[in-house]
């Protein structure tokens, strides 16, 4: 294929061979004429002969024969330059369509390429939203468990330990509950970036879901060193968070569990370490605990605990145990609080501080709390139908309780359905009750107090005690914990705080009982200071319904 320049060329010489070529033809041709006139015209004039009238065909003849040669050429060169033409028309076609369709390769690869790096930033952006948290932008469970599963692989030919540590935030429930669910969520990334700053880079830190962490310690040379670094974590979220404007303090349990000794996969040192975070709770929270043996035992007790408790409510096994209040002026008994027990068929009566939490954690306390409520008041009730002077009977609330939207109705058909004067039901609750959404719990609250129910606050003074709630919230009693009453006439400091306390109430009108005093000299100190009741085992301990009825009978007094 010839290339434009030499086709440019090659035209150009041949319209110029054409050119110079017609020119000489013409001039032959002229200068031919001009001699057969110059030589024959005088002769034509004066005389015919033939044979210079045949010199004269013949030259004409070759004139043609000359003209038909030259147009031959001419039409020749003509061709040429038309076949040229042709060509380079081609080439320049040819070069247009290789030049487009070189636009729509390039068009088609940059497309390509565009379309592959955004599958491939797609494809990342679904692997890293798999494998991470999307609040904190920590590994996830799932790629905790693989990077757990990789170090494992690699410490045996390394003669290292590992550890996994598994932590949950104290009492984070409370700040969702109160502050919601944005300021919870901030408060929860801010835990993740301090996390991480108590750990190696090397070190893996997750969030597994809600408000529990886990953390993998590679390479660890002592298991002190482990130790050390929960402590650090411990004494790290102890410091003061701060969230949108709000101070909050936030404290950690964690459970730790060692590679090899506690096990040598992952699955196995994921649930110990959790084994040992729940000692840690047990023991008061803002701790750590190392795994060990004598936890695994009590993580199984637990467990067959919370499927017992499941089946307990249906199979009749809880019943209510009653421990009579005593008025300190009168040394009657005017009330009684219902305290439930579980009566295990293999274990006997459970402890309530073992069964108690667990129907917080699971929720079943919801359920077993109506079948209190209804019980207690039917038992009430069939006091005065025996003719026994009306009394009232305080039913504790969790917390669970109070999140449900139809406690008053709940409550109002515990009463409808044993007949009992609301007048004569206390509802208890704690001051972490009070911590969570203010409006709707002042609502339940007055719709309750407003049927002629009594509400009263348990365990006051050890929690978030606050003079604004009292003055808002239709409370008609403050309980004091029996931890200020048990070292009242020891601890001077515990006596001024249950003076306080009974001040308070009195200010604010409202009755201060007193609650775990087992001493008479309690009692007298008790009465000294105008406290209104009392409860414990000075007078009683909690009984069976049929022996309270004996005490209510006789008119015990203290």
């Known amino acids: 294929m010839l290339n434009d ?82 060509e380079l028309i081609q080439k320049e076609m040819e070069k247009t369509q290789v030049q487009e369709k070189s636009k729509e390769l390039m068009k088609t690869k ?43 692989t690699r410490l045996p ?55 529990e962490f886990a953390i993998i310690l590679v390479d660890m040379a002592r298991a002190e060193d482990v130790s050390k670094v929960a402590q650090k ?30 096990g040598e996969d992952a699955e196995t040192l994921m649930k110990k370490a959790d084994t040992a975070m729940y000692r840690a709770k047990g023991q008061g929270r803002n701790n750590y605990q190392l795994y060990s043996s004598a936890l695994n035992a009590n993580a199984f007790e637990r467990l067959t605990m919370e499927t017992s408790l499941r089946q307990a409510l249906e199979r009749g096994e809880f019943l209510l145990h009653y421990q009579p209040q005593i008025d300190l002026n009168t040394e009657q008994i005017i009330g009684v609080e219902a305290l439930l027990r579980w009566n295990h068929p293999d274990l006997g009566l459970v402890s309530p501080a073992k069964f108690i939490p667990i129907t917080e954690e699971t929720g079943l306390i919801v359920p077993i709390g109506e079948w209190v409520l209804r019980t207690a008041c039917a038992q009430n009730k069939a006091w005065q139908n025996a003719g026994i002077p009306p009394i009232a009977v305080s039913v504790n609330l969790s917390a669970r309780q109070f999140q449900q939207k139809n406690l008053v109705e709940v409550v109002n058909k515990a009463l409808k359905e044993s007949g009992l004067n609301p007048k004569y039901l206390e509802l208890e609750l704690t001051e972490s009750i009070l911590m969570q959404k203010e409006g709707p719990i002042i609502t339940m609250l007055n719709e309750l107090s407003s049927i002629g129910i009594e509400l009263s606050i348990d365990d006051f003074g050890t929690g978030y005690s606050s003079l604004g709630y009292l003055n808002r919230l239709p409370i008609h009693t403050l309980k004091i914990d029996q931890s200020f009453v048990n070292s ?37 100190f008790l009465r000294s200071l105008q406290c209104d009741r009392m409860q414990g085992f000075l007078f009683s301990k909690p009984l ?15």
């Open 233 to 262: 974590i411990v004494d790290t979220m102890s410091k003061l968070f701060t969230v949108t404007g709000y101070e909050l303090f936030v404290t950690t349990s964690i459970g730790i569990s060692l590679y090899p000794s506690d």
């Open 488 to 524: 009242v006439t020891k601890n001077p400091n515990d006596a001024v705080i249950v003076s306080t306390i009974i001040t308070l109430a009195h200010s604010l009108h409202l009755k201060a009982i007193a609650e775990g005093v087992e001493t008479a000299a309690q009692a007298e």
């Open 544 to 558: 069976p319904a049929h022996e309270v009825t004996k005490l209510l009978a006789e008119g015990k007094q203290l």
């Open 5 to 86: 320049t030499t086709v440019e060329t090659d035209i150009a010489r041949l319209e110029r061979q054409d050119w110079h070529l017609w020119w000489i033809a013409v001039l032959v041709i002229l200068a031919l004429t001009a001699t057969v006139i110059g030589v024959y015209a005088p002769q034509l004039v004066t005389e015919a002969k033939k044979d210079i009238i045949l010199q004269v065909k013949t030259y004409l003849y070759g004139l043609s024969i000359l003209i038909l040669l030259f147009c031959i050429y001419v039409l020749r060169v003509g061709y040429n330059l038309g076949k040229l033409k042709r």
């Open 110 to 152: 940059e497309a390509l390429e565009k379309e592959v790096s955004e599958r491939k930033i797609a494809e990342e952006r679904l692997t890293h939203l798999a494998n991470h948290d999307h609040l904190t932008n920590l590994p996830n469970r799932l790629l905790f468990i693989d990077r757990l599963t990789q170090v494992l």
């Open 157 to 211: 030919y390394r003669k290292r330990q590992a550890a996994v540590l598994y932590l949950d935030l104290d009492h984070f429930k409370q700040i969702n509950d109160t502050l919601g669910h944005p300021v919870g969520d901030l408060l929860l990334v801010s835990v993740s970036e301090r996390l991480k700053s108590c750990v190696r880079s090397g070190d893996t830190v997750a969030r597994l879901g809600g408000d």
